[in-house]
């Protein structure tokens, strides 16, 4: 049986849940509370140990891994540590695998060779150990035609990232009916054109060095020149929807019209600390 994790949820980097803390235990039933179907961890570790903490605070929110490194965290460690969670809290932890990008692999000291037979045979691992991670309870990072139809085929579905609406309909038409289309979508909740772009090129720009999505990107019709200087103004509108909370709304509605059956949304501010106001701000309009 598919993991149920609802129409939207939010994503959030694993570092910023390092420590089990009351005001991350705070923080964590506060969005389970708001109605938010999963939490998504990026650049989860592969033990689960932060998943696990996470789950202890809440009463049915799922915790998502999105993604763990293929590289760097073996299959069979990641099954184990599945399974570790599962039994504590069946049914409410879905694991998101992928194979990162070259620069990362390469500052590990690994060569990044063949990253889709590498994400394959990783899978064939994890379906190989004496306790599996079943396939309903994984999604693949994935961008390109490849790694969509795997997702589809060998996992509950694909976990796309850095995406817009028009790449979500390249992506269902790829998956079919059936598996699970769950893209994130950057925001900043903030009017003012100059301030909310400011703030989306900050913290987007990092992602304009990697070939990955780059290529992706490039398939949407982007070109280099909307990735110069932090990205253009219509390549920064399209991968990070900003405005007031319905007007973001509307943009989680249009990746719903394209196929996505969840999105989650990652709130994008200043400083470091959790975005709890907007997260709050935000969960009204998108039940609507």
């Known amino acids: 049986m598919a993991i149920e994790i609802g129409r939207f949820g939010l994503w959030t980097g694993a570092p910023s849940w390092d420590g089990d803390t009351v005001e991350h235990r705070e923080a964590v039933a506060e969005i389970d509370e708001l109605g938010y179907g999963a939490l998504w961890l990026g650049l989860a570790p592969g033990d689960l140990r932060t998943v696990q903490a996470l789950l202890a605070a809440t009463k049915k929110l799922v915790v998502a891994t999105g993604i763990i490194n293929i590289w760097e965290y073996p299959a069979a460690e990641v099954a184990a540590a599945y399974q570790r969670v599962d039994r504590v809290h069946p049914g409410r932890a879905l694991i998101g695998i992928g194979p990162s990008h070259a620069p990362v692999v390469e500052n590990s000291g690994q060569s990044y060779v063949k ?68 893209p994130e979508q950057k925001v900043v909740l903030e009017t003012d054109p100059a301030e909310a772009r400011e703030i989306a090129r900050d913290r987007t720009g990092p992602y304009l060095q990697l070939p990955n999505y780059l290529n992706n990107l490039r398939r949407l019709g982007y070109t280099d020149e909307d990735f110069a200087d932090g990205g253009s103004d219509r390549l920064i509108d399209s ?45 009204p309009a998108l039940k609507g």
């Not at 899978?123 to 999604?139: G, K, T, W």
């Not at 909370?245 to 394209?258: G, L, Y």
């Not at 600390?273 to 997260?279: A, F, K």
């Open 239 to 283: 991968l990070v929807a900003w405005g007031d909370a319905d007007t973001i709304a509307d943009r989680v509605r249009a990746h719903r019209d394209a196929g996505a059956d969840h999105v989650t949304v990652q709130v994008l501010s200043r400083g470091s600390d959790l975005p709890r106001w907007q997260w709050r701000e935000l969960a």
């Open 115 to 182: 990253p889709f037979s590498k994400l394959k045979s990783y899978v064939d691992e994890l379906d190989a150990v004496e306790e599996p991670l079943p396939s309903q309870a994984r999604v693949l990072a994935a961008l390109g035609p490849r790694a969509l139809a795997l997702a589809g085929e060998r996992a509950a579905g694909a976990h796309p990232y850095l995406t817009t609406p028009e790449h979500t309909a390249v992506a269902r038409e790829v998956l079919g009916d059936g598996p699970l289309l769950a």
